[in-house]
């Protein structure tokens, strides 16, 4: 279970995740305000990716690759027309 | 579990944002979503079921109340946009920026 330092290797990986198999895919996003910070986790079952922060530079990262993943999962085109860095931020 | 409109989802994960302030935490779940309602049997065929490509399936959870929304592509880019702002709005309680910091970046968090 990989725990990723930065935002650019965490985001590759888990873009090459949901792509090799988006129905068993899933992004998980955890707040904790009290704490502040802020944990992603990207997961097909079987590989398991977090990246974890208490940086506020960090939010906008996450919640526009949070976006991005909407769109493609919402994509009704063949996920090969977004590849090409189109998601890394 | 309670599914919703979009923009229902939206307030209420608003008031889950909101709660936590003091204490506890919000979960998001992102997946994508066939649009099944029932379970596929292991044997057996499964009935009339067409799978459609074009929903995700977002959910959200305090540790207690739990809520959810379908959203599909017609749908995505207005649920997109107030789902971001809503994000960048309530994830505010992080450390900015010691060194070097940016005026710019901490104007537009307004």
Request: aromatic residues 8%; glycine residues 4%.
């Amino acid at each position: 279970m990989p725990h990723y330092q930065t935002w650019e290797e965490f985001s590759r990986s888990a873009e090459k995740l949901c792509l090799e198999d988006p129905m068993k895919a899933r992004v998980v996003l955890k707040y904790r305000h009290a704490d502040g910070n802020l944990c992603s986790k990207v997961t097909d079952d079987l590989v398991c990716l977090v990246y974890r922060t208490d940086q506020a530079q960090d939010v906008k990262k996450i919640e526009k690759f949070h976006s991005q993943l909407m769109r493609l999962t919402v994509a009704q085109e063949s996920p090969q027309c977004y590849y090409g860095n189109r998601l890394t931020v | 579990m309670v599914l919703l409109e979009s923009e229902q989802f939206l307030t209420e994960l608003t008031r889950l944002f909101q709660k936590c302030r003091p204490s506890g935490s919000v979960f998001i779940t992102l997946k994508k979503y066939d649009g099944r309602t029932r379970s596929i049997p292991k044997k057996g065929s499964v009935e009339g079921f067409e799978p459609s490509d074009n929903k995700c399936l977002l959910r959200a959870t305090d540790g207690k109340k739990k809520i959810s929304t379908v959203v599909s592509s017609k749908e995505v880019n207005k649920f997109q946009m107030a789902y971001s702002n809503l994000l960048r709005a309530n994830m505010d309680g992080l450390k900015k920026r010691d060194k070097k910091s940016k005026n710019k970046k901490t104007k537009t968090a307004q």
